[in-house]
């Protein structure tokens, strides 16, 4: 009763009449009174609305998808229609230069932990193996962190990290362990708890299972736990192959991609430079850069379509033309759906009168996928291409197109594996509408900055805690630029690279040749200067061994 009295005192003066006889008889919408609060501490000048997230911590819905393409989503250039994504970019923030770990299992570790994966024992490094269960005991997840201040935190769709989501701070967890089947998954957890195999008749699809999940955990919260913020993590297994897509989703795109692979590039390119996201050069497709992984077997069972190079347009048959369409309208196909079911998902939030004080981050685990196999239920090449019987990858072509205008795909880590679009909505939180944030970042940026914003000390604080190497983006909310960092790291199956400053030090492969790039005119990487600055390519390799020996070093330690 007294914290009602003091906020009914705080907000005399922005009430109307009939909000004070609301708050007084207990009645007053949560969200009215956010937004009370909101207008009390607001500053008009773009920075942070400090006021409003004192009175009441933000809830938090991350959104992260699965092998998504730079520029996939409309407000990033992309032919897909994404109306909702698209509007979270219109009224909030649009990072151009924001990285993953270009890995599904690595990126999750540090976005949840806060730190690089190899430190906490999530992805191999020289001298020290990947190990299940073996994450130490400072390495907890955000919803671990957030459990003591009053969160519920809920995760709904794919893990791929090691534990299990109640046992780190997850009170509620839909877990869909099947990376084959989009309609019929085999392997799917409620609560931890194994559930039977969907069966072909159930009307499943993983991507609205999964918001489903979430709709459900933030109703059950509204009715039952109204007074505390929540943390949703909503993490969709899509677009990651196999293609699986509903048929009326497929048929939307279905001639969206008979031009070719150059063209869809050249017209994303386009529109990626009128948004002002990348300037400089379209690099060049490679045609000699393949699958990641070889399975010739595979290719060959696809039949005469496939290709595993992505060769130009012209070049390929007519039956090979027909198939990569095809692949690409089912790639689009899925990232629409991802889209409606965010909507679905920002819809029930704003129901609940939790929208104005929720941060909304969208973005990806790593760069499309050049991968080409088979697995799960196998393919059937008599059945319609997307459906459960099917099992197609979007291959190095598509996923050019896809990660347009970057070089190369997921795992390795140029800019096309790596770079991911950010997009962070928060009204109650800052004022920028629709603007752009050229700072560079990395996914063990999100915990630091969740942190700051729920008041709580940076990662390090806590006895045998290390430093974070993610800095907190609060400060970028109100002004591009405003975080400096010393570098950003990469390593993951022998591909390497560093980033300081605007220059970038990059290798494919444990023997591949360093290339070195200036990123402030060449984001693209299309113009190597490592002949050119050979001082500079021994100073950032240099730092980049550093950094190995300090994640090494980290990791070995209990």
């Not at 109703?219 to 929540?230: D, S």
């Not at 400089?280 to 496939?306: C, Q, V």
């Not at 790593?366 to 291959?395: K, W």
Request: hydrophobic share 35%; aromatic share 8%; glycine share 8%.
């Amino acid at each position: 009763m007294f914290l009602w009295i003091v906020l009914l005192a705080t907000l005399d003066g922005k009430l109307s009449a009939e909000e004070k006889g609301a708050l007084e008889k207990g009645a007053l919408e949560k969200g009215a009174l956010e937004k009370g609060a909101e207008e009390k501490g607001a500053l008009e000048t773009g920075t942070p609305k400090t006021g409003a997230a004192k009175a009441a911590p933000p809830n938090i819905l991350l959104i992260l998808a699965d092998d998504l393409g730079f520029s996939d989503v409309g407000c990033y250039g992309g032919e897909i229609e994404t109306p909702h994504l698209d509007a979270l970019a219109r009224d909030g923030l649009r990072f151009t230069q924001f990285y993953n770990t270009t890995r599904c299992w690595p990126t999750r570790a540090a976005l949840l932990t806060g730190y690089y994966a190899q430190q906490v024992r999530r992805d191999k490094i020289p001298g020290v193996e990947r190990r299940k269960q073996a994450r130490q005991n400072w390495a907890r997840l955000l919803a671990d962190r957030l459990d003591p201040l009053g969160y519920r935190s809920y995760h709904s769709g794919k893990w791929h990290l090691d534990g299990k989501p109640r046992r780190n701070g997850f009170d509620r967890s839909y877990w869909l362990n099947d990376h084959d089947r989009f309609f019929t998954p085999r392997k799917h957890f409620d609560d931890d708890q194994k559930q039977r195999p969907v069966a072909s008749d159930a009307g499943y699809y993983a991507t609205t299972a999964i918001a489903d999940h979430a709709i459900q955990c933030l109703q059950e919260h509204a009715k039952r736990h109204r007074g505390r913020p929540f943390f949703q993590y909503l993490a969709f297994n899509s677009p990651h192959f196999p293609l699986q897509a509903l048929p009326e989703d497929i048929a939307r795109y279905k001639d969206t991609y008979k031009e070719g692979w150059e063209v869809v590039r050249a017209q994303r390119w386009k529109r990626l430079q009128e948004l002002g996201i990348v300037q400089g050069n379209l690099s060049a497709p490679e045609p000699e850069i393949g699958p990641p992984y070889k399975f010739p077997k595979a290719i060959a069972a696809l039949g005469a379509g496939e290709v595993a190079f992505p060769s130009p347009w012209k070049d390929l048959t007519e039956e090979q033309q027909q198939l990569q369409a095809t692949k690409l309208s089912i790639h689009a196909a899925m990232v629409h759906c991802i889209d409606r079911d965010v909507g679905r998902v920002l819809e029930q939030i704003r129901t609940m009168g939790a929208f104005e004080n929720t941060l909304v981050l969208f973005l990806s685990d790593n760069g499309a996928s050049a991968e080409i196999m088979i697995r799960g239920d196998g393919h059937d090449p008599n059945a319609p291409p997307g459906s459960a019987a099917t099992y197609l990858c979007l291959g190095p072509g598509g996923s050019t197109v896809a990660n347009t205008p970057f070089r190369r795909h997921k795992t390795w880590v140029h800019e096309g594996g790596t770079s991911t679009p950010l997009i962070v909505h928060w009204p109650a939180g800052f004022s920028a509408r629709g603007e752009l944030r050229h700072n560079p970042g990395h996914v063990v940026d999100i915990v630091p900055t969740i942190l700051e914003l729920v008041g709580q000390p940076a990662l390090g604080n806590a006895k045998l805690e290390p430093p974070s190497p993610g800095h907190s983006l609060v400060p970028v909310f109100a002004k591009d630029g405003a975080v400096k960092r010393a570098d950003i790291w990469w390593y993951h199956d022998g591909n390497r690279a560093i980033r300081v400053g605007d220059w970038k030090l990059v290798a494919a492969g444990e023997k591949g040749p360093w290339e070195l790039y200036n990123l402030q005119t060449d984001r693209t990487e299309t113009s190597n200067l490592a002949a050119k600055h050979p001082d500079k390519v021994r100073e950032l390799e240099a730092a980049w061994q550093t950094r190995l020996e300090q994640i090494r070093d980290l990791a070995t330690k209990n």
